[in-house]
């Protein structure tokens, strides 16, 4: 079955500072990957998916982008941080019967 | 559009009684449903999932959800609820002609009391 890494477990930043947030999977090849971000508390929300290496479709405008350089390497970047990026990220991807199996998540604080 | 309504917050109940956490959904074409669970500070873990066939899916910890089609709702059930049950529940609709991207509901806290 698939097993996804994601890391830092956690992460501090100052505002402006870049981000880099790797996900990598294992198990399948040729995998849908996703990033989500968690409000605190609250809901999920879809920020990009992949369905190819360099092929990215962004969900929402806003300050991060994402890239795909292999097949089961996503990454989450962003060139200066706002204090609203600060969240729970979820690395995610696509297993047999449709469902969605996740990395611990990021917890990114932006200061 | 694909969306998906959890119209509780939270859900309190007591040990031992039946547990239910609601969801609703709007999708074009056939939906592929699924109820996620999150614990405290850990990952989104699988529970269940409607695909086709029989509307009551049995999933993990003794949960289960009916599909109905005509209400286009997904309750997640438990029988009989444990504290260990406490957590943040999400529900999820896809469907295939959208790349199987999940919508995701906002979510509802269940609190089990002792």
């Known amino acids: 079955s698939q097993t996804i890494h994601q890391w830092p477990a956690t992460l501090v930043q100052p505002v402006g500072s870049p981000l880099s947030l790797e996900c990598t999977v294992e198990?399948?090849?040729?995998?849908?990957l996703y990033w989500y971000r968690q409000a605190a508390g609250r809901g999920l929300q879809l920020l990009f998916y992949?369905?190819?290496?360099?092929?990215i479709s962004s969900e929402v405008p806003q300050n991060l982008s994402a890239s795909r350089p292999q097949d089961r390497q996503f990454i989450l970047s962003s060139k200066k941080l706002l204090l609203s990026d600060s969240g729970f990220y979820l690395c995610?991807?696509?297993?047999?019967?449709?469902?969605?199996?996740f990395g611990s998540g990021t917890q990114l604080s932006v200061l | 559009a694909q969306s998906v309504a959890q119209p509780e917050d939270q859900v309190n109940v007591a040990e031992g009684n039946p547990l239910t956490v609601k969801c609703t959904y709007s999708?074009?074409?056939?939906?592929?449903l699924f109820w996620y669970v999150q614990y405290p500070n850990r990952g989104l873990q699988f529970l269940l999932k409607y695909i086709t066939g029989d509307n009551l899916v049995k999933g993990s910890y003794g949960f289960e959800a009916e599909f109905n089609k005509s209400q286009t709702s997904f309750h997640l059930k438990k029988p009989s609820a444990l504290v260990s049950d406490s957590a943040l529940y999400f529900c999820?609709?896809?469907?295939?002609?959208?790349?199987?991207?999940?919508?995701f509901g906002g979510g509802t806290r269940v609190l089990v009391k002792p």
């Open positions: 198990g399948t090849s040729n995998p849908n």
């Open positions: 999708v074009s074409g056939n939906p592929y």
């Open positions: 992949s369905v190819g290496i360099g092929q």
């Open positions: 995610a991807c696509t297993g047999l019967g449709e469902k969605l199996f």
């Open positions: 999820a609709v896809s469907f295939k002609a959208a790349g199987n991207k999940l919508t």
